[in-house]
């Protein structure tokens, strides 16, 4: 049976860890995590880079952009390179949706909005695409950030933008009381601009979902698989299942056991509990060995579609600390680069004489 730190190693181990990291260690496990931050995800499809050469070109004839996110993952699923657009543009106001807040858990949705709105020029708001009202906020949200485009009689031009599968194009067609772009449960359906003439003054730019570049942060990464974002052929399912489940167990302990009819002393490692979950649910292969693939299937399922409750998979605190775990991995990468440099310069020198 494995226990939890061999669940950190096996992850570790497959993506993370350099070589010299042995298999099943346990010491200084917390540091083998932090290690996590020395690694990003890439990815950058071609209609992505393409897409990003667009939205820069129209950027400075928008008055408001609108960046949908995932109200389960309101950092992860924030793209960077929108901070980047507003920077180039005499910070640009911008209009935060929490989409998919019927998913979220409502405490941290809350925290989220406070957190978000300390910075100048962001309103933010937690909407369901259910609720045709709160949808309709977002406009109300848009002229109080460009009230001088209505005073003067314009249009406000505003541009939507946000990553794959949150839920761009269902709040476009909710906006324009219409079918006006193509919805789906895949990322990146939307593949091209288009421009929608709102009847309430308002002018709205489509364009399509794009990731940035890599992922700095790998915890982000795991968190954009656990709820879709990008596609499951990116991750593995069972990396995906340890990562969800090891937070889930320690976020909402009471939502597991409901939810899997487990017994109140929960296992302490995330392997014994994916394996609980797939006896429980019959995902057993032959000689009663539990098929860990299908039960992360399941278990992220089951999050994805809020079967399992309202959940948030992080909070602003965990990302403050994230983020310095990635700060300075990334000196330690520096650091190494230069030694690594200098190195190959005494060589030089020794073998030149």
Not at 27 to 47: L, R, V
Not at 63 to 86: C, G, H, M, T
Not at 229 to 249: H, P, Q, R
């Amino acid at each position: 049976m494995w226990i939890e730190n061999d669940v950190h190693c096996y992850l570790l181990q497959k993506f993370l860890v350099p070589p010299d990291v042995p298999h099943g260690a346990t010491s200084k496990n917390k540091e083998y995590i932090n290690q996590m931050s020395s690694q990003s995800i890439q990815w950058f499809p071609g209609h992505m880079h393409k897409a990003r050469k667009e939205i820069e070109e129209a950027m400075p004839k928008v008055d408001v952009i609108i960046e949908v996110l995932d109200a389960r993952i309101p950092f992860s699923s924030e793209n960077p390179l929108i901070k980047s657009f507003r920077e180039t543009n005499d910070g640009k106001p911008v209009v935060k949706v929490l989409n998919k807040r019927d998913l979220a858990d409502p405490e941290m949705t809350q925290l989220w909005i406070n957190h978000l709105e300390k910075e100048q020029g962001v309103k933010a708001i937690a909407i369901t695409t259910e609720n045709l009202n709160e949808v309709n906020q977002i406009m109300d949200l848009c002229r109080k950030l460009a009230p001088q485009r209505e005073e003067a009689g314009k249009k406000i031009r505003t541009m939507i933008m946000g990553i794959p599968n949150v839920g761009k194009s269902t709040i476009i067609n909710a906006l324009a009381g219409r079918t006006v772009a193509i919805t789906g449960n895949q990322p990146a359906v939307t593949r091209q601009q288009q421009r929608i003439n709102l009847d309430n003054g308002i002018l709205l730019s489509d364009t399509p979902g794009i990731l940035w570049p890599k992922v700095e942060n790998p915890h982000s990464g795991f968190r954009l698989a656990a709820t879709g974002a990008i596609k499951d052929t990116a991750m593995d399912y069972i990396d995906v299942g340890f990562f969800s489940i090891e937070y889930l167990i320690k976020a909402y302990p009471d939502l597991i056991k409901a939810r899997y009819n487990l017994d109140d002393d929960l296992p302490e490692s995330a392997i014994e509990l994916i394996e609980e979950i797939g006896r429980k649910r019959g995902c057993l292969k032959g000689g009663g060995r539990v098929d860990l693939h299908k039960a992360s299937v399941i278990l992220i399922n089951e999050l994805r579609n809020g079967t399992l409750g309202n959940i948030t998979l992080e909070h602003p605190e965990m990302i403050t600390e994230e983020l310095i775990n990635v700060a300075i991995a990334e000196e330690r990468k520096t650091e190494e680069k230069i030694k690594k440099k200098e190195e190959r310069r005494k060589r030089y020198l020794k073998n030149k004489r």
